[in-house]
């Protein structure tokens, strides 16, 4: 669900700021200097000269729990520069933008993939990324990238979340009301859709009433989700049937209205059962690359696993 007109395909350290001298992991190391605590806009000096050419991967502060494969999905707040023979600049920095942001381990460029590999919650990664394990000769003009350019990152992750995340908090009792679909399964649901004319307005159930900290307007939320026709029941998009969850900012109108209204309230860990309304969907237009008519109601399992 990363927006209306697209189907959805911590640590704490000392309070005294720390300096950390990025090591070698190659002939020339990461070289850069990075001073501050996790969670706290990081200071990157670069020395002087050229960036090395090899990719270089530090952890500056190890985290906990199991460390991030290729797969998972990684939240994390980031800064990152460009850095060439002529200079270096940032490009973008989740900390200005007020919000971690959703890194799909199975979809960046392979330089970023190996500074999350094995990375804990509440870590902080410096990674050096020369153009072979970034965009390439050829660069990202639409990142202002060029193809001499070497990444430098610094990642404080701040979740992880694997193929087999689920809710996690306390079962709701069966829904009693013949006129809403049944979900059935633990992990990617089954849902049986009445014979019967869809509500007219959004439902909201709770399947799992999750034990976490309630979702707020504006989080990024980790999510696994499944989507049906209420007309055949048929499913039309899965984080479950493409292997890994998804990341998805709700409540400022990124995703269809259905999810802001229906997410924003609900608690960490919940299983959520939604059906949205064409108006509060992808409206009179429908989503044609997805099968989805002006006129059909949608129904969602949603599970919320985390919120950032």
Known sequence: ???????????????VPSVFAA???DGGGVRVTVRGDFGRL???????????GSLAVKTLSDGRGAGARKGDLVVADYVGYRWSRSGRKLLASSFAAGRPEAFPTWGVVPGLRRAFEGARVGSRVVAS???KDGFGEQGNAARQIGGDDTLVYVLDVRGVYS???????????????????????GGAPSVTVPRAAPPKGLVVRTLVLGDGPVVRKGQLLAVQYAGFFWRDGRTFGSSWAAGHPNGVTVGTGQVMKGWDQGLVGQRVGSRMLLVVPPSLGYGAKGLA?????????????VDVLGAH
């Open 42 to 52: 990081p200071e990157v000096s670069f020395p002087k000269g050229a960036p090395g």
């Open 23 to 25: 090591g070698c992991s």
């Open 1 to 15: 669900m990363r927006s209306r007109s697209a189907v959805v395909s911590v640590a704490v350290l000392l309070a």
């Open 129 to 131: 990324i020369p153009p």
């Open 163 to 185: 193929a087999s995340a689920g809710p996690h908090g306390r079962a709701e009792p069966p829904l009693g009301d013949p006129g809403l679909p049944r979900v059935s399964g």
């Open 289 to 301: 690359q997805a099968g989805i008519k002006g006129s059909d109601t949608l129904v969602f399992v």
